[in-house]
């Protein structure tokens, strides 16, 4: 036995979804806001578009809120959120680890929480003309500050992405570490120097899939019922 599987199957294709998701939802509203050329031209209703891909981001950080908590090994946010000790010791070693590594584990719930908060604020705002979140008449109040919140978290989000992707290609390119190969197979080779305490595997078979099957459903169940309103 050669790998070590480290991410499930649920949790990778939340990943790659999450990424499909969030580019689709900036990408229209960027649309919305274009008047000439050919993509104006296309007729397509591109902010209903947008909270289309913005109700799927939320339907996706629900259920990984969830898999953190019920997911395979090392999905699990016990697993990867360590306190500064932690950290301090790993920044001192650097050694590999198999999962989110002690630091890397605060960026995840970074990200996690903005893209939350985006997708969730996101149903209470209103362009003032055409478009509004399905929440947005609720309280005139909660409204403007959502509202708010929505457009002024613009640059956090990109400045979390390009974070995550430049601290990517630091460990994929210079520190040798196979990350991007483990989220689309799910596994990392066993000789990687995995420290002798982490020997876990995450299981990943077909009840680890129905269920994460099943939570995602109820996700989306919840989040329909919230764009109905
Ligand atoms: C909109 C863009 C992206 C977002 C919002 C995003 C978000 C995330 C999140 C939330 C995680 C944590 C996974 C979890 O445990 O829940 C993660 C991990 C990861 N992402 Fe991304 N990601 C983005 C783009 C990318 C791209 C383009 C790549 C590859 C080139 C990538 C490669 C990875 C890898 C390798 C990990 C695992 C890191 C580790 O081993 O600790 N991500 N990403
Ligand atoms: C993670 C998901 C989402 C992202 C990344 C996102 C991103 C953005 C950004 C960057 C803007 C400002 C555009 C600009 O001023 O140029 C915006 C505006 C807006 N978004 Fe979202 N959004 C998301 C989810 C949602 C959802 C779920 C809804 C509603 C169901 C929504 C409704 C709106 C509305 C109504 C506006 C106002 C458009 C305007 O002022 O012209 N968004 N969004």
Redesign the pocket.
């Known amino acids: 036995m050669n790998n070590i599987r480290v991410w499930d199957l649920p ?1 990778r294709l ?2 790659w979804l ?2 499909i998701c ?2 689709g939802a900036y990408f229209c509203v960027k649309s919305a806001g274009i008047t000439e050329g050919w993509l104006s031209e296309t007729g397509t209703d591109w902010m209903t578009w947008h909270s289309r891909f913005g109700y799927a981001v939320l339907t996706l950080i629900l259920f ?1 809120l969830v898999w953190g908590i019920i997911g395979p090994y090392y ?1 699990r946010f016990t697993q990867f959120v360590v306190g500064p000790r932690t950290i301090a010791a790993y920044l001192r070693t650097a050694k590999w680890t198999a999962g ?2 002690p630091l ?1 584990a605060w960026s ?1 719930i970074a ?2 929480l903005a ?1 939350g908060v985006q997708a969730g604020s996101g149903l209470f705002a209103s362009d003032d003309i055409l478009f509004e979140g399905p929440l947005s008449d609720l309280n005139p109040a909660l409204s403007r500050f959502f509202n708010s919140v929505h457009h002024a978290s613009e640059w956090v989000l990109i400045a979390l ?1 390009v974070l ?2 430049c601290a ?1 290609a630091y460990y994929s390119l210079l520190r040798r570490q196979p ?2 190969r ?2 689309v197979t799910g596994d990392i080779p066993a000789e990687q120097h995995l420290p002798a305490e982490q020997p876990a595997q995450s299981q990943d078979n077909a009840a680890t899939r129905l269920r994460a099957a099943i939570v995602l459903l109820l996700c989306a169940a919840i989040v329909f019922w919230l764009s109905q309103f």
């Open positions: 949790l939340f990943h999450l990424v969030v580019a990984r999905s989110h590594n890397g995840v990200m996690l893209f992405v995550h992707l990517i990350l991007i483990a989220m």
